[in-house]
């Protein structure tokens, strides 16, 4: 995934019908290298567009999208499926549109620019890929040439660009982490994985202060891997915490950068029958990395069954959930305190996608379709849209 792109930028424009902003590129941006700070924005529709829809009130939203490329949010705690934008992604060219949040903001990897088109039928003739930058008020605020390795900090103060250059088969990854606020380079490190005697690095995860990022072992294998570092970002020193805790696997590790705390699961492996891939068997070990004391502690061993995908309360509170390995996908919200997990512990049914303040994000496993669930009250909020197709959700955007 960490790969930069040089591409030319080129036009913009908004149309904005109501809530929903059907986005194009229709204007000259100067600069073809360096990210654009401002762009000449045309709107296409005679009438100017009310101010009250640039406005957006803060918290936190959930991001969904369909197979039209229209995104969706819903605000923490209600339940109504707002469509803010959707992106013109010409089926000439190659490659899916792919979204992530980026900050307060998401940034769309593969947005088109479609320059000219067919006079008969109207579609794009020719275009060029880049990266544009969503506002959640339906707004393309800025382009930049493709690129992969670049990540953000929740509250979007703080920017990760890296860079991977390999030898072989694993890579070393150049990183530099910026404050946009001030425009001041804060840290710049190597993880190069010949020192940490790993898989090629990449960092997935920085703090809202801009004091630690976290980065994994990747590769373009089967291989189950478990590196995960966390880098001190005012002194560039390199912690590998897998070692710590045991890790066999970073997908089975959950870390809350405000609590400052690692949950981890530890069970027994074995080659799977069917497959590639391994299969989880009791006994189940919860293990908790307190990241700032260094502190370990077992919160629990299940002899007898099987389980993956914990997460910890991201609101401090001292609690997790984790994922029965079954075919009824049971999902189970465990105390700190508990030294078994029990029926009373069983919360709902599926597959956790997230988890923001006191509401998950779910997915059925059999038909793939996604709602929100209450840990507190029960509470369940189906979501779905009159497209057919697909719906997925691109993950939770919190506004100041």
């Known amino acids: 995934m960490s790969k930069s792109f040089n591409f030319f930028l080129f036009f913009i424009g908004v149309i904005l ?30 009438e100017p567009v009310e101010e009250q829809t640039k406005r957006i009130d803060p918290g936190s939203y959930f991001i969904f999208t369909d197979n039209t490329n229209t995104f969706y949010r819903v605000k923490l705690g209600e ?29 769309i990897h593969r947005y088109q620019t479609n320059r000219t088109y067919d006079v008969q039928t109207g579609r794009p003739t020719q275009g060029e890929e880049q990266d544009g930058i969503l506002s959640l008020t339906g707004e393309v605020i800025q382009v930049k040439p493709e690129q992969w390795g670049v990540i953000r900090s929740p509250n979007g103060i703080f920017e990760a660009s890296f860079v991977t250059t390999y030898e072989g088969r694993n890579g070393n990854t150049n990183v530099k982490v910026t404050n946009l606020e001030t425009q001041e380079t804060i840290s710049e490190f190597l993880l190069d994985s010949t020192e940490l005697e790993s898989w090629t690095p990449e960092p997935f995860l920085l703090d809202n202060n801009g004091q630690y990022l976290y980065a994994r072992g990747i590769c373009g294998c089967e ?14 020193t390199i912690r590998a ?7 066999q696997s970073w997908y089975e590790a959950n870390i809350d950068p405000v609590s400052r705390r690692l949950l981890t699961l530890h069970t027994t492996r ?22 700032d004391s260094g ?31 079954s075919d009824e996908q049971n999902v ?41 669930f209450n840990v507190e009250t029960g509470k369940a909020v189906e979501m779905t849209t009159s497209v057919d197709g697909s719906f997925e959700y691109i993950g939770s955007v919190t506004l100041d």
């Open 79 to 107: 339940s109504e499926l707002v469509a803010f934008a959707t992106i013109q992604h010409g089926l000439e060219f190659s490659g899916g549109l792919v979204a992530y949040p980026f900050g307060q903001e998401i940034l």
């Open 17 to 46: 019908i109501g809530g929903l902003g059907a986005l194009y590129w229709v204007d000259s941006v100067g600069d073809a290298v360096s990210p654009v700070a401002t762009i000449d924005e045309k709107t296409i529709l005679p």
């Open 223 to 236: 291989a189950t891997i478990a590196d995960l570092w966390e880098v001190d970002l005012q002194t560039n």
């Open 332 to 372: 189970f919200l465990v105390g700190f305190d508990d030294k078994e997990i029990t029926k009373d512990h069983l919360l709902t049914t599926g597959f956790v996608l997230d988890w923001v303040g006191e509401w998950l994000v779910i997915q059925d496993t059999s038909d793939l379709s996604l709602e929100l």
């Open 295 to 325: 502190d370990i502690t077992d919160l629990l061993v299940d002899d007898e069954n099987a389980f993956s995908r914990p997460f910890i309360d991201p609101t401090g509170k001292d609690r997790y959930i984790l994922h029965e390995k």
């Open 241 to 247: 915490l897998d070692p710590l805790v045991t890790l």
């Open 270 to 291: 074995e080659p799977s029958t069917d497959g590639p891939g391994e299969v989880l068997l009791p006994p189940t070990t919860v293990r908790l990395l307190d990241l």
